[in-house]
């Protein structure tokens, strides 16, 4: 009998498998612990980029500003970046859905805020606890072509399981698949992985997308985690995702 729950996971999953640059290598950006995101090596140009959540670790800010881009930081739970570099700007200020909360800000309404309305090369970095669903809902499918690599911690991936979750994670990888692809994945080894409707699942994942305009993309051959990958979880081993196809 067929599983309709296990192919509607499935396809939602498929949102995420990655693709492999042809003209880019990769890098890793940020420490070996969480934190540290693998992206295209296509960062030595240095821009524009937003880090929103940062919490205790700004190691990739740090990288992201020694390669001489400006790094606009946004976190409303610290009082202050645990690490400082001329080229990072800290707001004590989070994202919402809405402009509601004065410590609380659309993602569009601060890159508007900071002059960076017509900038179409940016890069972005988003790691806020689950909050990333509804804040990314209420985007325009064309404030994501702005930015030339995406780089997100997902959460709560597990309530894949559940239709109105599920809906949501549609509607938002939708959007950012008309100008993105997936280029790599890994799983945050911190969280569970179970087994959902057949499908190994963990609740958490750390991916990279990149601008398909920029990039020659093919079919991925990689199997992840990759030797650019490092557990986020020292004390226990990395998930393996292999192909991650579906």
């Not at 950006?29 to 929103?52: K, N, P, R, W």
């Not at 309530?159 to 280029?183: A, D, G, Q, W, Y």
Request: glycine fraction near 6%; hydrophobic fraction near 40%; proline fraction near 4%.
């Amino acid at each position: 009998m067929a599983d309709e729950t296990q192919s509607d996971i499935r396809a939602a999953l498929s949102h995420l498998t990655p693709m492999k640059s042809l003209n880019r290598s990769k890098t890793r950006v940020g420490g070996a612990l969480d934190g540290g995101y693998v992206m295209l090596d296509d960062l030595a140009s240095g821009g524009i980029c937003y880090s929103i959540g940062i919490g205790p670790d700004t190691s990739w800010d740090i990288d992201m500003a020694m390669r001489g881009w400006s790094v606009f930081q946004y976190d409303h739970t610290v009082e202050a970046a645990p690490a400082q570099h001329p080229n990072c700007h800290f707001h004590q200020v989070g994202i919402a859905p809405t402009d509601e909360a004065p410590n609380l800000k659309r993602l569009d309404t601060l890159v508007r805020m900071n002059g960076h309305a017509a900038e179409m090369d940016m890069v972005v970095k988003i790691d806020v606890e689950g909050s990333e669903w509804e804040c990314l809902d209420c985007l325009g499918s064309s404030f994501f072509g702005q930015f030339r690599q995406i780089v997100a911690e997902l959460h709560w991936m597990d309530h894949l399981i559940l239709p109105e979750f599920r809906s949501r994670f549609n509607r938002v990888l939708n959007k950012l698949r008309r100008t993105h692809e997936c280029v790599h994945i890994h799983a945050n080894n911190f969280s569970k992985m179970t087994l959902t409707h057949g499908i190994p699942l963990a609740e958490v994942y750390e991916v990279s997308f990149a601008r398909r305009a920029d990039y020659i993309l093919i079919e991925n051959d990689e199997l992840f985690p990759t030797d650019l990958d490092f557990p986020c979880n020292r004390a226990l081993p990395d998930y393996f995702l292999g192909l991650f196809k579906f």
